[in-house]
């Protein structure tokens, strides 16, 4: 071979790469550890150039809808079945959209509350409280819209996931993040967290959820005011009630949350735990 077809040969191959150029070198099982401190760090080193001191998380399925488009999907499968009648599915179909309907009234809490809450504490030159979610539709959309409206930034932690999942566009460009493990991403939704509201949600909802509970449990962060909003929804999906019963919680774990309907039942209870004071600005977790 030719002296420089032999030197192309050897910049191509893989080996002369350099290391932080080399995707598959990165992608590796040895080089997890390096991943992971990628993203720690990443999202890190963004909020602290943003100033936020503080957040405040939002959760929720990722599966509800404004009441308007609950209405048009309702109004859509109703006209079908009237032209449709003998399709056997249709009826399944408009039940689960009456409750999707039904349930689009946290969508308009979710927007509210984080509009109220951003408009309160969110100031140009200290960022506090500000709003954190998943970062893709349903609730966490509804929450970053509102603090869309109320002119406030808003973070997104986006994961990436078999189905691709899009980050809704009221998330703050700068604040937007997408992580590959989904631990480093529950370890920066609680860094910063001053306090948690959940709506009504499916897996991940309450895997987050009990994650939060079991955490403050066993004292591994500080307490911090968790609101469930929809009690309707709260009190058939997990009874606490017969957990303490059965002796498998204690009576200070169900006094750890409380259960509310409106966004400003939410943000009374953070009045009512912070007393009007704004946290200090250090790390929840230890």
């Known amino acids: 071979m030719k002296r420089d077809a032999l030197l192309q040969a050897i910049e191509d191959s893989p080996s002369y790469r350099l290391a932080h150029e080399d995707s598959e070198f990165l992608s590796s099982d040895d080089l997890r550890s390096v991943r992971l401190e990628l993203e720690m760090l990443k999202p890190e080193r963004q909020l602290r150039r943003h100033k936020v001191h503080s957040t405040v998380v939002v959760f929720g399925s ?7 488009l609950a209405r048009a999907q309702l109004a859509a499968l109703e006209q079908r079945a009237g032209m449709q009648p003998a399709d056997a599915t249709l009826p399944v179909q408009i039940a689960r959209a009456r409750i999707q309907l039904d349930y689009a009234r946290h ?3 979710a927007w509210r509350f984080a509009e109220i809450v951003s408009r309160h504490f969110q100031q140009q030159r200290r960022r506090d409280f500000v709003v954190v979610t998943g970062g893709g539709p349903g609730i966490t959309e509804a929450a970053n819209r509102g603090a869309f409206d109320a002119g406030a930034r808003s973070i997104g932690l986006n994961i990436t996931l078999p189905h691709e999942q899009a980050p809704n566009p009221f998330v703050s ?9 989904f631990g480093l991403r529950k370890m920066h939704f609680l860094l910063r967290a001053r306090a948690l509201v959940a709506f009504p949600g499916g897996s991940g909802t309450l895997d987050e959820l009990f994650e939060v509970l079991t955490l ?6 500080r307490r911090v005011p968790i609101v469930l909003v929809g009690a309707a929804f709260w009190r058939r999906a997990i009874d606490f009630e017969f957990l303490l019963e059965e002796g498998l919680v204690n009576a200070e774990d169900v006094r750890l949350f409380a259960v509310v309907e409106t966004a400003e039942e939410v943000v009374a209870v953070l009045h009512e ?3 009007g004071v704004l946290p200090a600005n250090d790390t929840a977790l230890d």
């Open 173 to 181: 460009p700068e604040l937007c993040f997408r992580f590959r493990y």
């Open 62 to 68: 990722a599966r509800l809808v404004p009441e308007h």
């Open 216 to 221: 403050v449990q066993t004292g591994k962060v």
């Open 273 to 275: 735990f912070y007393g």
């Open 107 to 109: 969508y308009e809490e």
